[in-house]
């Protein structure tokens, strides 16, 4: 059983914090552009934190056309703790709230772990198409 804490971030905007889980990965390779810090992000965003409040992850929900595109970001110091799961199963609730169908993902070109990403993305339910996009419906 986890102590991590599901909190929305209403207005979302770049800070330190999504800087540190990325861990030197260019925000850009996710759809965030360049930030700087304290701007606004588009989308819905919330953060995952530990007992002692130290933010640990991050899941994003961009709903378009009764689907929903989502980012699962977690600390590298927190990776293969369950962290991710929490996240992907907390954006689905966060979808069947919308009422929408799916959620997916696209794992970006330039990804520097692609094959593992896609892997942990089909132990957790989703399923690749022709488009390149890995989906899961809404449970």
């Known amino acids: 059983m986890s102590d991590w804490q599901w909190v929305r ?3 979302a905007s770049w800070d330190d914090d999504k800087a540190d889980v990325l861990a030197g990965l ?10 700087e810090h ?6 819905e965003w919330w953060r995952v934190e530990d ?22 970001l977690v600390s590298p110091a927190h990776r293969r703790t369950g962290v991710g799961g929490f996240v992907v199963a907390r954006l ?5 709230r919308r ?9 970006p070109d330039g990804h520097p772990d692609p094959e593992q990403v896609t ?3 089909a132990a957790h339910g989703f399923e690749g ?8 419906k809404v449970g």
Do not use: C, M, Q
Not at 26 to 35: A, C, K, N
Not at 38 to 43: K, N
Not at 129 to 136: A, H, I, S, T
């Open 38 to 43: 304290g701007d606004a992000l588009g989308d």
């Open 92 to 96: 689905e609730e966060e979808a069947g």
């Open 51 to 72: 007992s002692r409040g130290e933010v640990v992850g991050y899941g994003r929900l961009d709903d378009t056309w009764g689907d929903a595109e989502i980012l699962v």
């Open 119 to 121: 892997g942990w993305l």
């Open 26 to 35: 260019d925000p850009g390779l996710f759809g965030l552009g360049s930030p």
């Open 129 to 136: 198409n022709d488009v390149g996009e890995l989906r899961k």
């Open 9 to 11: 971030e209403t207005p």
């Open 99 to 107: 009422g929408l169908n799916y959620i997916y993902n696209v794992v």
